[in-house]
Structures are given as structure tokens and as C-alpha cells.
Nanobody, 127 residues
């Protein structure tokens, strides 16, 4: 069992930046591919970004490409989502997710690909 804890959410003005963190307690994330998803009120959970087990491969939703950056730090056992140029439509609860993998380079964008989920952190972007 992997417990994921997100942090870094908050209220920010449009055009601002936030960095979300996803830390795992007790278990190493080195054998997991990681992803970030978000869910706005009344909408389905949607893919935001993913990073491979090695950290060398990333994949983004078109809506965030060029504004968001996903990364991971194996020494800190943490994954990050740097969000720049935030827009009101980025307002949502953001979730990190982990998928146990053997491959080092694959990324995953479907919710059902992932084995573990965090509780989420709220991001609110005001106009």
C-alpha cells in the first residue's frame, strides 16, 4: 500500500504560479510511474501530466502544455507539478497518482491505469 499526500494548493490570481508536491509515506516511489489529475466541480476527473519511473519522460494534456511542468525527485521520494500562467479554468482539486511499473520510460494518462491516489489539494485561480 502506498499513501500519497499532496500539498501546495491554494488561492492564486490569474497569471500566478503554484507548485504542488506529492510525497509518499513509508514506501519508495522509485518503482512507480506518477501522474497528476484534476477534478473541477461537476466535471469528471481529467488527466493533467505524467512522468515516467525514470523521470526522463513526461506527457501533458494539451490544456496545460507549455504552462505546467511535472518532475520527480527520487532522493526526496516526491513528485511535483509546477503550474505557471494559471487561468481560472485551472481551478480544481488536484490529485497525484502512482502506478507500479517495471518499465522506466512509459507514462500513463488514464485514471484506471493508476494503482494509488492521494486525497487531493484544492487549487483556486481568481480572475
Amino acid at each position: 500500500q502506498v499513501q500519497l499526500v499532496e500539498s501546495g494548493g491554494g488561492l492564486v490570481q490569474a497569471g500566478g504560479s503554484l507548485r504542488l508536491s506529492c510525497a509518499a509515506s513509508e514506501r519508495t516511489l522509485s518503482t512507480y510511474s506518477m501522474g497528476w489529475f484534476r477534478q473541477a466541480p461537476g466535471k469528471e476527473r481529467e488527466f493533467v501530466a505524467a512522468v515516467s519511473r525514470s523521470g526522463g519522460d513526461t506527457y501533458y494534456a494539451d490544456s496545460v502544455k507549455g504552462r505546467f511542468t511535472i518532475a520527480r525527485d527520487h532522493a526526496q521520494n516526491t513528485a511535483y507539478l509546477r503550474m505557471n500562467s494559471l487561468k481560472p479554468e485551472d481551478t480544481a482539486v488536484y490529485y497525484c497518482a502512482a502506478k507500479f511499473v517495471l518499465d522506466y520510460s512509459d507514462t500513463y494518462y488514464r485514471t484506471w491505469d493508476y494503482d494509488y491516489w492521494g486525497q487531493g489539494t484544492q487549487v483556486t485561480v481568481s480572475s
